[in-house]
């Protein structure tokens, strides 16, 4: 059964229902450009999220020990890099948090070089395939996914950029073993941050018919 990441948690309330959901991930984004940065005070709720949801931070070029400072302080179990943070980066995050998922993503459009994921395969425990554009994920367009059948590599990764309900039909058509999650986020909202959680929740149901 594939994995579900909700990305872009923001306020109380939502958070804590959406968390009802028990997604395998919830994200919470920490770049300051971002309409769904999460503050200071929401972002001190993600300690308490049950256990078994696995809380994400998604940094964009963020200095790497800012991005530590918040691993420490909120206790992530994981970490999405949506910049263009080098595999060395990576690396010096799993060795300070050996248990810390780093989820390393990658905008994705028809002229995308896969080769250059090399090397960030030992470096990243997932990569993260979203559309490219300028404003680092959270633009609702999706890319072509036909485009995926030239990654070659065994790493498994998420399936990012503008999944909607209507995408359910398709999403169980991919025969893929490496799909492992797939990732949500403005499809699914009424406002920046705020998500629907009744249709997130049919979105569970019809993606696992």
Same mark, same amino acid.
């Given at each position: 059964?594939?994995?579900?990441? #909700? ?31 999460? /503050? ?8 308490? +999220?049950?256990?078994? +949801? ?5 940094? #964009? ?5 800012? #991005?530590? $400072? ?13 910049? /263009?943070? /080098? ?25 995308? $070089? ?10 990243? $425990? ?8 300028? #404003? ?23 399936? /990012? ?21 797939? $990732? ?19 979105? +569970? ?5």
């Amino acid at each position: 059964m594939l994995k579900l990441k #909700v990305c872009g948690m923001r306020l109380a309330a939502n958070i804590a229902a959406v968390a009802e959901l028990h997604p395998d991930y919830l994200g919470f984004i920490f770049y300051e450009k971002s309409p769904r940065l999460i /503050s200071e005070v929401s972002a001190e709720l993600i300690k308490y +999220i049950p256990s078994e +949801i696995k809380t994400v931070g998604v940094f #964009v070029n963020e200095e790497l020990e800012k #991005v530590k $400072d918040k691993v420490n302080l909120l206790k992530l179990k994981a970490v999405q890099l949506h910049g /263009s943070e /080098s595999p060395e980066y990576c690396e010096a995050l799993k060795s300070t948090f050996p248990t810390l998922e780093v989820i390393k993503a990658f905008g994705i459009d028809e002229d995308f $070089d896969f080769s250059t994921l090399q090397p960030y395969l030992k470096a990243a $425990d997932y990569f993260l395939f979203d559309t490219k554009t300028k #404003v680092h994920g959270g633009s609702g367009k999706t890319f072509n996914w036909s485009v995926l059948d030239q990654y070659t590599y065994t790493k498994p990764y998420f399936l /990012s950029g503008g999944i909607d309900l209507e995408h359910s039909t398709a999403i169980k058509k991919i025969n893929d073993e490496r799909l492992y999650a797939l $990732d949500i986020n403005s499809r699914f909202e009424t406002e920046p941050g705020l998500k629907d959680a009744a249709k997130i929740k049919e979105f +569970i149901q019809e993606v696992n018919k």
